[in-house]
């Protein structure tokens, strides 16, 4: 279904379900992605017509009822951090260690974006022109499709990929070599993303943290909708 009759919280439980693979109780398994990952243990996603959450497989069953009640509690609002931000912080870290606390916008494409610079997809056969930057990128090619680039000197300085996947969406993963930076490559090579998605009826997605402001700059600057915001706890 075409991002445009989706609600925001439609979209944010699709947003969930390409973040991370569940379980039969939609208990959080793993990060969805091919090389793993450790997964929070309490994900909490806010939209302006209502709210969702998960808990990891492991956490304790009189810890994560707790914690719904308080997600019950949560306002329908993305302005403002979750009400119960620092309860949850306190009951999760009395259980474990808290490693990481991470806060951000989910965005969705709904319209093409013409990129303005031309761009190529990325596969196993021309993944040497990755190199130079993006070596870290190499192993992903296969597993991250579609994977575009933009090009100057005959290697990649700006990429995106669908770095999580299920059949109704992707989410974007986005670099672009510290030279090459706010010079309009990474709306490029997004737009080229996207599109390509967008002509196979699946939804491009965007996340980020409210630390990163240019990656927010650049979701506007594409025309991507915030649907949402994310808070999640490992």
């Known amino acids: ?20 693979t569940h379980d039969e109780n939609k208990r959080i398994v793993a990060v969805n992605q091919w090389d793993g990952g450790v997964a929070p243990r309490f994900f909490l996603g806010r939209t302006s017509v209502g709210n969702a959450w998960r808990f990891r497989a492991d956490l304790p069953a009189d810890l994560a009822s707790e914690l719904e009640y308080l997600c019950l509690e949560e ?44 761009f190529l997809q990325i596969t196993e056969e021309n993944a040497y022109l990755l190199r130079g930057g993006f070596e870290d990128w190499l192993l992903d090619v296969p597993h991250r499709q579609p994977f575009m680039a933009v090009l ?46 967008l002509k196979k009826k699946i939804i491009p997605l965007y996340s980020t943290s409210w630390d990163n402001v240019a990656s927010q700059k650049l979701a506007k600057k594409l025309g991507f909708s915030q649907f949402g915001t994310d808070f999640h706890i490992t």
């Open 75 to 118: 306002p329908e609002n993305l302005k403002q951090e979750p009400r119960h931000k620092d309860k949850y912080i306190q009951l999760l870290s009395a259980h474990l260690p808290i490693k990481q606390v991470w806060q951000g916008p989910a965005y969705g494409c709904s319209k093409p974006v013409e990129p303005s610079l031309p």
């Open 1 to 20: 279904m075409p991002q445009s009759y989706l609600s925001p919280l439609e979209l944010m439980q699709r947003h969930i379900e390409a973040l991370y």
């Open 152 to 197: 100057e000197d005959d290697h990649a300085v700006s990429i995106c990929s669908s770095v999580r996947i299920t059949e109704l969406a992707h989410e974007a993963g986005v670099e672009t070599l510290t030279a090459y930076r706010r010079q309009g490559y990474a709306a490029n090579v997004v737009a080229g993303w996207a599109n390509t998605l």
